[in-house]
Structure formats: C-alpha cells, structure tokens
Antibody
Framework: EVQLVESGGGLVQPGGSLTLSCAASGFTFSRFWMTWVRQGPGKGLEWVAT????????YYEDSLKGRFTISRDNPKNSLHLQMVSLRAEDTAVYYCARVYCTSDICYLPDYIDVWGKGTAVTVSS | DIQMTQSPSTLSASVGDRVTITCRAS??????LAWYQQKPGKAPKLLIYKASTLETGVPSRFSGSGSGTEFTLTISSLQPDDFATYYC?????????FGQGTKVEIK
C-alpha cells in the first residue's frame, strides 16, 4: 500500500525553526517528484515546495523562498521541510504528497496523486 | 504566478441535484488541471486529472471539462458522500497553485 506519513509538527514560537519529515512506503520513492502543501485553519490549500526525484531541482512558492527548504533522503525514503523564522501565518497542517509523472523522463511533473494525512504546525507565543 | 479562481465559493444543493463548479485560470494552462475533494479533517483526494480524466475508483457521476483558462467539475447526481470542499489545481509549470475551494453544502 502506498503510504506517506508526516511527523515533526508541533508548537513553536514566532521566529523559531522546525523540520518536518515524511516517511514514504509502498512505492519506489526515488522515482517520484515530491511536494509539500499546507492548509491554514479554515483556509484553502497552498502549494509550498516541490523537489525532483534526485533532489537536484527544487521549487518554492515565492513568499516562502529563503525561509523554507525542501530536501530528500532517497536511501531512507524520506522527505523533509526545514522551516526557519516562522511566523503566525505559517500555522497550518502540512501535507506531504507524491507528484505523478505520466512520462518516463519527467521534466515537468504532473498532478498530486497521493497525500499523507498531514502534520499540524502552530506558531504562537 | 498563475492565479486560479473558483466559483461559487459555497454551493447549497440537495441529494440528486446536478452540481457544477467553475475554475478559471489567469492564463492558459492547456489541460493541466486536477480536481480534488476534501472532507473536514482529511487529506484531499484526487478526482480528476488532465482536466477530464477520471481517477481510478472515482464514481462516474463526477466529470471534468475545459481547456485553456476555463474548466468545470460536474457532479451529475449529488450523493450524501459528496458534501465536501472541492479544489482545482493547476500544474502547467513548476510553480503550482490551487483554487480557493468550493464548499458543497446540504440545502
């Protein structure tokens, strides 16, 4: 069964840092682009960042560039999101997700086909 | 960035109703659009990709259409399990965006 399990969420003070992790299983992790999506309380979905299969390319939502870093460890089937200088508006559930690619060589990944259940981050003093 | 605008934001309907949700892109995205369903406290679920292709296992009452900048998600006969929030999502380039969501409520 394809599964994504996030961890690392919690309460952090404004200006603090947090690293989220996502454990992947049930598929060949190293063959898929991966992404993080977040959802603030009572709000819609917001794309955060995406990383290529081998980690050589990363893409970020403009407003998060410089504060958030997406990375992956393929031998450990894990995805990470390092967040620094956290603000109240970063409070959200953070979802790890797999990005499907219809072509064998994936220059531009397609749609999100698998989601984790999310981990909650609260930024508050 | 490509902006995605959904309408309406909220929709009240009854079981058996035909429901249509619209998603407009700020520039052409060809057919690179997906639709997701989300229920409270749950992760989103993929319904449709490439604007009109139904994901395996999704009931045939769901359908998608459109290309370029205007897209629709239609539920032909609303069922009790369909009351949820629906999001469109463009994947035309590396910088992805979602619509703001449409909540389908019980009338």
């Amino acid at each position: 069964e394809v599964q994504l399990v996030e961890s690392g969420g919690g309460l952090v003070q404004p200006g603090g840092s947090l690293t989220l992790s996502c454990a992947a299983s049930g598929f060949t992790f190293s063959r898929f682009w991966m992404t993080w999506v977040r959802q603030g309380p009572g709000k819609g979905l917001e794309w955060v960042a995406t990383i290529k299969e081998d980690g050589s390319e990363t893409y970020y939502e403009d407003s998060l560039k410089g504060r958030f870093t997406i990375s992956r460890d393929n031998p450990k089937n894990s995805l990470h999101l390092q967040m620094v200088s956290l603000r109240a508006e970063d409070t959200a559930v953070y979802y790890c997700a797999r990005v499907y690619c219809t072509s064998d060589i994936c220059y531009l990944p397609d749609y999100i086909d698998v989601w984790g259940k999310g981990t909650a981050v609260t930024v508050s003093s | 960035d490509i902006q995605m605008t959904q309408s309406p934001s909220t929709l009240s309907a009854s079981v058996g109703d035909r429901v249509t949700i619209t998603c407009r892109a700020s520039q052409s995205i060809s057919s690179w659009l997906a639709w997701y369903q989300q229920k409270p406290g749950k992760a989103p679920k993929l319904l449709i990709y490439k604007a009109s292709t139904l994901e395996t296992g999704v009931p045939s009452r769901f359908s998608g259409s459109g290309s370029g900048t205007e897209f629709t998600l239609t539920i032909s006969s609303l069922q009790p399990d369909d009351f949820a929030t629906y999001y469109c999502h463009q994947y035309n380039n590396y910088l992805r965006t979602f619509g703001q969501g449409t909540k389908v409520e019980i009338k």
